[in-house]
């Protein structure tokens, strides 16, 4: 661990105020060159069989087999190596200033971004993955240069400040890659953009509303890794690919990267598993989606 923090009290403050912060150059370039390394490999079939994997051909090249995937979700469950870099003494360095002593890392994404793919609509991932006490914060890793040409993340500035989950509806917008998004929040007009240089990363809250736009170059990726992490405090009811769970449900597949975990009566599980998925709408979202419609015609 370095001698000077790698985040101040300012810039925790900071994440408190605006709901994100930004730190560069947090991982080193030789890690960077491994990550994708790694990620190339699990979309290559070479750690294993998991949902999703189309079959790859040697002469395939590297480019052809990533632009078949937006990303692998929970990659941490096919890759050891990705699952210990959630321990990454960097990540958790920053995730305990603005999460707490005791983190857990639950949830992970090798997002894989090609040219002319869609952009992501509004949304906060805490509608996704609830805690109990807000603690939800998510590392979002730049692997490759984040601009606004290629799709960087952007954000609403204090959205989380509230407390608010927005409501969600279909977009039907094909430069969309989500099925879903937020409407009738306010602040839209505060939008800004988090251009990133590959190595570093954005840390922000559960509730801020953010999304991204569509990757405008003519070729190469715009590839990100992402963690999720949370107070070990919190219970987590959370399904990996949005399936309904009971409020009382409490996810106990995960990583203590910080501290202990507080609920050792509890038997821990493991019940995640990698999944890799192409451009567009999982079919369990648009499931979601129509659930929530159909509650909005039957209130």
């Known amino acids: 661990m370095a001698n000077t923090p790698i985040v101040s009290e300012a810039d925790a403050a900071f994440y408190r105020e605006n709901g994100y912060l930004v730190v560069e150059d947090l991982i080193d370039p030789a890690s960077i060159e491994r990550i994708l390394a790694e990620g190339l490999a699990v979309c290559r079939g070479e750690r294993g069989p998991l949902d999703g994997l189309v079959p ?66 509004w949304h906060q991932d805490e509608n996704f993955v609830p805690t109990r006490d807000r603690s939800l914060c998510t590392a979002w890793i730049a692997l490759d240069e984040a601009t606004e040409e ?37 602040g839209l007009e505060t939008a800004v953009s988090v251009p990133l240089k590959s190595g570093s990363a954005v840390f922000f809250s559960g509730y801020i509303l953010h999304s991204s736009t569509t990757n405008r170059r003519r070729s190469g990726f715009r590839r990100a890794l992402l963690y999720q992490y949370a107070r070990a405090e919190t219970p987590i009811a959370y ?11 409490d996810m106990r597949d995960f990583e203590l990267v910080r501290g202990v975990d507080p609920y050792t009566w509890k038997a821990r599980t493991d019940e995640m598993r990698a ?25």
């Open 275 to 299: 999944f890799l998925r192409a451009p567009g709408p999982m079919v369990e979202d648009l499931a979601l989606s129509d659930m929530r419609e159909r509650e909005k015609t039957t209130a």
């Open 56 to 121: 790859v051909t040697p002469e395939e090249s590297d480019d052809a087999v990533l632009a078949r995937y937006v990303t692998c979700t929970h990659v941490h469950k096919s890759s050891p190596m990705l699952r210990q870099f959630m321990h990454d003494e960097r990540l958790v360095e920053v995730a305990g200033m603005l999460v707490g002593e005791n983190v857990k890392s639950f949830a992970s994404q090798f997002f894989i971004k090609h040219a002319g793919m869609p952009g992501n609509a």
């Open 150 to 186: 290629n799709g960087c993340l952007r954000m609403i500035p204090g959205s989380h400040k509230p407390g608010v989950l927005y409501p969600m509806r279909p977009h039907n917008n094909p430069n969309l890659d989500r099925a879903e998004e937020c409407y009738d929040f306010p």
């Open 239 to 249: 399904s990996a690919r949005n399936l309904p769970v009971s409020n009382y449900y």
